[in-house]
């Protein structure tokens, strides 16, 4: 019964030990995320009051181990790369920071990667760090790279303080470096990819004693000397005395640091204050002037506008005044062209005495030129035949003469064809254009007569 009941608790304690070891891995796992937390919250710290006295650069002890700190949260937990051949290499933070902050406007992802004398990925992260507490930008750079999720699911295992809830206080400590002016230089060692960082926690293990427990000691230590003979002496107590002396000197001397370094920061907040009120004074001052320049750009449209406006009614008033005359004109015009007209009744008694003024004196014109063509003819047929007969030759020069002139008398075809009908307005319009002899035929060409031809 001894042995079978030993043997079950064995069995539990053997069976308990499964999830002793799950529970002991999450106490380490919480442990180291809320050291490395708490000492880059002291990191911070110590930059900000080493600020306050000096440049932080690149052989300052407190950047380089806050350098080491944030390396060590950045590489917490990162998962490796696996190869083709399904072996997992490590890798450094710079992988996930180079995919994650892309989304940072103006980012110096870029420049870190063009750098020729740093080649390693771990020198790269640090040169980022560097950069990024350069441009005042390193808060920013990680909480961008925290809202995207997905990739730093994807970079980092369960556990990691990017994925906990100590991402959000990593964002809000780093906030405050952003007011250090810090000066790198990128060519240095501590690029070196070669080495990981070593964290340095003496400077946040100081132990300071409290003044109760200060007080207590004295107390023990009273106690201790009066209990130990009856004959002591007054000297007996002196070290108290002379150590609660140097724990007053200590106090004191820290609270004059402390007051010191609340002066100076009062001072670099009084100067960052009136350097803000300038620069607001400026800018109200380049507002007002701005907004003047609106009103009066404002005042200068409505001025264009109504000048436009009006040019576009007085056109239009002109437009309409130039239709009214030209519409006037026009019906004056019709008005004057058919009172000057006659009666068609008119035009037709004119038109036929203007064709046969015009006929008579065309023909008139022809008949005399043919009556000079004939005498000349019945010269020369009355000499010829003088030299014959000259009794006969008078009496059929004449009967010759008659006949031609009867015939020079014949009429031709009606010359109205030529004058056209005067009915019709265009016809009333060309009569000046008859006075000339281009519409009339000539007689000598179409009226001569073929018998009075030379034989």
């Known amino acids: 019964m001894a042995s079978r009941s030993l043997r079950g608790l064995g069995g539990n304690r053997g069976g308990g030990g499964g999830g002793g070891r799950k529970s002991l891995s999450a106490r380490n796992a919480a442990v180291e995320r809320r050291n490395l937390i708490t000492v880059c919250r002291f990191s911070v710290k110590t930059l900000i009051d080493r600020s306050c006295f000096e440049t932080i650069d690149d052989s300052s002890p407190e950047f380089n181990n806050f350098a080491a700190i ?28 180079r995919v994650a902050c892309r989304k940072v406007s103006q980012n110096c992802i870029c420049s870190i990667e063009s750098m020729e004398n740093v080649s390693s990925s771990r020198a790269k992260g640090r040169a980022w760090i560097r950069v990024a507490l350069m441009e005042k930008h390193l808060s920013e750079y990680i909480s961008t790279a925290l809202r995207d999720f997905k990739t730093t699911r994807r970079f980092y295992e369960d556990g990691a303080i990017v994925l906990g809830e100590e991402a959000n206080m990593l964002a809000g400590m780093l ?11 990128l060519k240095g060692e501590g690029l070196d990819g070669n080495f990981p960082a070593v964290i340095d926690y003496t400077p946040y293990l100081k132990f300071t004693q409290s003044s109760d427990s200060i007080s207590s000691d004295e107390e023990e230590l009273r106690t201790l000397g009066s209990s130990g003979s009856e004959s002591s002496t007054p000297e007996n107590v002196g070290p108290p005395f002379i150590m609660d002396e140097n724990s007053w000197f ?3 001397k820290r609270v004059k640091q402390k007051y010191q370094l609340t002066l100076e920061q009062k001072g670099y907040l009084e100067e960052l204050l009136r350097l803000r009120e300038n620069q607001l004074s400026e800018s109200v001052a380049q ?41 006037r004109s026009r019906q004056e015009l019709t008005a004057h062209l058919t009172n000057q007209w006659p009666s068609p009744g008119a035009l037709d008694v004119n038109a036929v005495a203007l064709d046969t003024l015009l ?29 014959l007969d000259p009794g006969q030759s008078q009496g059929d020069g004449k009967q010759d003469t008659l006949n031609l002139i009867s015939e020079g008398k014949e009429d031709t075809p009606s010359l109205l064809g030529l004058c056209g009908s005067l009915t ?12 000339s002899n281009d519409y009339l035929a000539s007689p000598t060409t179409e009226m001569t007569s073929p018998g009075l031809t030379p034989s």
């Open 70 to 97: 944030l390396e060590q949260i950045l590489s917490h937990r990162l998962k490796g790369q696996v190869t083709w051949f399904g072996y997992e290499s490590p890798r450094s933070f710079w992988d996930y920071i």
């Open 359 to 387: 006929y008579r004196k065309h023909n008139k014109q022809w008949y005399e030129k043919s009556c000079q063509s004939l005498d000349q003819l019945s010269a020369e047929v009355s000499l010829s035949q003088t030299s």
């Open 250 to 252: 200590n106090k004191c």
């Open 287 to 327: 507002n007002k002037i701005l907004l003047q320049r609106i009103e009066d750009s404002d005042l200068a449209h409505k001025l264009e506008k109504e000048q436009l406006e009006y040019i576009i009614v007085e056109l239009q008033d002109q437009l309409t005044v130039l239709k009214n005359n030209d519409l």
């Open 424 to 435: 019709s307005v265009a016809s009333y319009k060309s009569l000046t254009s008859l006075k």
């Open 175 to 185: 906030l405050g470096l952003n007011a250090i002016d810090f000066s790198f230089c």
